[in-house]
């Protein structure tokens, strides 16, 4: 069980960046899925999740309006689009699931795998 994240970069202030979540050892359509970052000297940030429908969502205050969260079942990865990233969005991301079925739009960080790092310069 592995995921994968990707799309990471260097990017300017008022940029963008779409990141991926693709998956191995298991088929992402049947869980929700979250994507959380994390800074040098910073607490881990829940950033978004979608249920495993795409029927709802979820965003912190931080990205809301900004960040978008998606997800293509057939190509079996999810997709979180971050437009006018700022400095302080810099950080590693990761994105996550718990392989429950029951759960709703968040699930727990029980598995993830290696992030992608996403830097903003101002």
């Known amino acids: 069980v592995q995921l994968q994240a990707s799309g990471g970069g260097l990017v300017q202030s008022g940029g963008s960046l779409r990141l991926s979540c693709a998956a191995s050892?298991?088929?992402?359509?049947?869980?929700?899925i979250a994507w959380f970052r994390q800074a040098p000297g910073k607490e881990r940030e829940g950033v978004s999740c979608?249920?495993?429908?795409?029927?709802?969502?979820y965003y912190a205050d931080s990205v809301k309006g900004r960040f978008t969260i998606s997800r293509d079942n057939a190509k079996n990865t999810v997709y979180l689009q971050m437009n006018s990233l700022k400095p302080e969005d810099t950080a590693v991301y990761y994105c996550?699931?718990?392989?429950?079925?029951?759960?709703?739009?968040?699930?727990?960080?029980?598995?993830w795998g290696q992030g992608t790092q996403v830097t903003v310069s101002s």
């Open positions: 050892g298991f088929t992402l359509n049947y869980y929700a």
């Open positions: 979608i249920s495993r429908d795409n029927s709802s969502t």
């Open positions: 996550a699931t718990d392989l429950t079925e029951a759960t709703t739009t968040c699930p727990a960080y029980a598995y």
